[in-house]
């Protein structure tokens, strides 16, 4: 195990690594349950996808770990099929079939631009306050994913106010879009599962702040058996019979290969009138996927060796790898009947919990491969006994905010849209887009255009023409 993974010259053990992907499956494995429920809702059978969600998952998970050597998790983005079901399907009127094939393409672009190496000469672009603000950016995202899983805050809407998604009461349902009346606010201390969650940041922090090993995960279990113990989670409806995997095999097959089949790459460019929206969503698409696995790898990676701190320096051969490993969970999932696989952002809980080496990715991809078979099993660990790790993670990674020099404008302006807004947008990638965005401008207005790299000028252009095709579509 120590020549394969390279344990001692990583300075972790066999036991920390396993708790660390342990720590990561947990933070993600919601996953399992809300991708299904998303893409179901364009039609496709969720069983299927459900399936298809753990192929695309162990595939870019294990290259993570044989082929990179690296602590990241991969599985079908949160946000991503958010973007496939309300805004491809549904308000830009494609079949889940074409979706599918624009995530396809999505993989073809990643493996050109990763073979090119510009994914990698994007990452060395970045000047290292912005490394700095990613950094401290995707610890407000984790924080705030957390205490919003935690169930903590509540958020008022005005009456009338607000648009409905979808034309039928199903999709009415599924999602609201409020404007910026839309304020939040704390939640009445009433909700056991909010008491739970509470109890669960104490038993956290108390772990953490005495350096237990194994603490993050012991976390979870102790809050866990708090939420079973209050009748949070009601062990009398974990009935694994619900899980015909038979079924999920067959509906697998209604799926599986349609991407690249003739309902979906076939289909997708027959319309010469729509070229010019399908394009732009496979942008959108593709910006996207890149980014948040960029934000990611920037986020953590100084701490396992990827990625520097600062500076220009180049970066080392295992970003090239857990690039590749990216492209190939994406392709594989397309295939499979899933949305955009990308590396996931709850993996610094298990970097957090000591995870330095494929190990931690070995476990994570083993977890999602016996989860076919025991999906009831994980509605025992509740989320808010996960949310109170990304909280305490997030509040870990604020720390390379010290890195940025606050009493100069021209790095204050772009680092703050960057990290604040990254948790404020929900997005890793709208929050890249404004500090990059905010980065040439205020070096422009300085006079300092010179020294803003041409990627970041070629970037700036995407990222608006994006925003510009998503405005337009709405």
Partial sequence: MDKLFKLKENGTTVRTEILAGLTTFFAMSYILFVNPAMLSQTGMPAQGVFLATIIGAVAGTLMMAFYANLPYAQAPGMGLNAFFTFTVVFSLGYTWQEALGMVFICGIISLIITLTKIRKTIIESIPGSLRAAISAGIGVFLAYVGIKNAGLLKFSIDPGTYTVAGESVEKAQSAITANSSATPGLVAFNDPAVLVALVGLAITVFFVVKGIKGGVILSIFATTVVAISVGLVNLSFIDLSQNNIGTAFKELGEIFGVAVGPKGLGALFTDTARLPQTFMAILAFSLTDIFDTIGTLIGTGEKVGIVASSGENHESERLDKALYSDLIGTSIGAIAGTSNVTTYVESA??????????????????????????????????????????????????????????????????????????????????????????YALVKTVKGQAKEVHTMIWILDALFILNFVSLALAK
């Fill in 349 to 438: 809980a298990g970097i957090g919990a000591g995870g330095r080496t494929g190990l931690t990715a070995l476990v994570v991809a083993i977890c999602f491969a016996i989860s076919s078979f025991f999906s009831p099993l994980l509605a025992i660990v509740p989320t808010v006994a996960t949310a109170p790790i990304l909280i305490v993670v997030g509040i870990m990674m604020l720390g390379s905010l010290k890195n940025i020099e606050w009493d100069d404008l021209t790095e204050a302006i772009p680092a703050f849209f960057t990290s604040i807004f990254m948790g404020f947008s929900y997005s890793i990638t709208h929050g890249i887009a404004a500090g990059f965005i905010m």
